[in-house]
C-alpha cells in the first residue's frame, strides 16, 4: 500500500512539474502573443467589505465553450501599488470597461506584490487605491505566491503588463512597461477583438 501511494505522489509531482516547466517555458519573458493562455485563480478583492471575496478563474470568461460569462476579450493588467504607471493607467481601463463590457469586454485587475510585502497592508492600500480611481472591474489578489502572474509576466516582471486574451483562450497581444500608456493602441486592440 505504501509503495502504491509513493507511487501515485511522485505521478503527480512529474505532472505537475511538466506543466509548470510547460507553461513558462520562456521564463524570462512569460507568455507571449499566440501563446495559449495557462487558466488560473485568485480571490477577487470585496471592496465593500473590504476583505478577500470568492475565487475567480480566467476561463469563467474566456477559453472554454461553458464559460459562465463568455467573454470576446479579457484583459489582464497586472499591477503594483508601488507602480506609478499602472496606477496611472487604471482610469482609462476603468472607462474602456465600462464603455465596451456589453460588448464582450472583461478587465481583470491582478495585483502583483513582492516577497517583502505583507499582505495586508498591501491589501488595504490597493483597496484605497482602487476607490480613489473609480475601478469597478474586478481586481484579484493572492496571499501566498505570484507563480501565476510570472507565468504571464515572465522572471523579468515588467511592470506595467497587459495581456489581452480572445474568447478562444488565445494571447492576441501583450503590452508591457511604456506601450501600456499607448491608449489609442490599446483602444484598437479592444475594438479589433471585439469586432467594432
Not at 151 to 179: H, R, T, W
Request: hydrophobic residues 40%.
Amino acid at each position: 500500500m505504501l509503495k502504491c501511494c509513493k507511487t501515485v505522489l511522485m505521478l503527480i509531482l512529474v505532472l505537475s512539474s511538466f506543466t509548470f516547466v510547460h507553461a513558462s517555458s520562456n521564463t524570462s519573458e512569460g507568455l507571449k502573443k499566440g501563446d495559449a493562455m495557462v487558466d488560473f485563480g485568485m480571490r477577487q478583492a470585496d471592496q465593500k467589505n473590504k476583505k478577500l471575496g470568492g475565487l475567480v478563474w480566467l476561463s469563467d470568461y474566456v477559453g472554454k465553450k461553458d464559460a459562465a460569462q463568455g467573454k470576446k476579450l479579457l484583459i489582464l493588467s497586472f499591477y503594483a501599488n508601488w507602480c506609478k504607471p499602472c496606477i496611472e493607467e487604471m482610469p482609462f481601463l476603468q472607462k474602456m470597461f465600462s464603455l465596451y463590457e456589453d460588448e464582450g469586454l472583461m478587465v481583470l485587475g491582478v495585483n502583483f506584490r513582492s516577497e517583502g510585502e505583507e499582505f495586508q497592508a498591501t491589501f488595504d492600500k490597493s483597496l484605497e487605491m482602487l476607490k480613489k480611481n473609480g475601478v469597478t472591474y474586478p481586481v484579484l489578489f493572492d496571499r501566498f505566491t505570484n507563480r501565476n502572474q510570472l507565468i504571464y509576466m515572465g522572471s523579468k516582471a515588467v511592470l506595467p503588463c497587459l495581456v489581452f486574451i480572445d474568447s478562444n483562450g488565445k494571447i492576441v497581444e501583450k503590452i508591457q512597461g511604456g506601450q501600456s500608456h499607448d491608449f489609442k493602441k490599446i483602444e484598437e486592440i479592444i475594438l479589433k477583438n471585439l469586432g467594432m
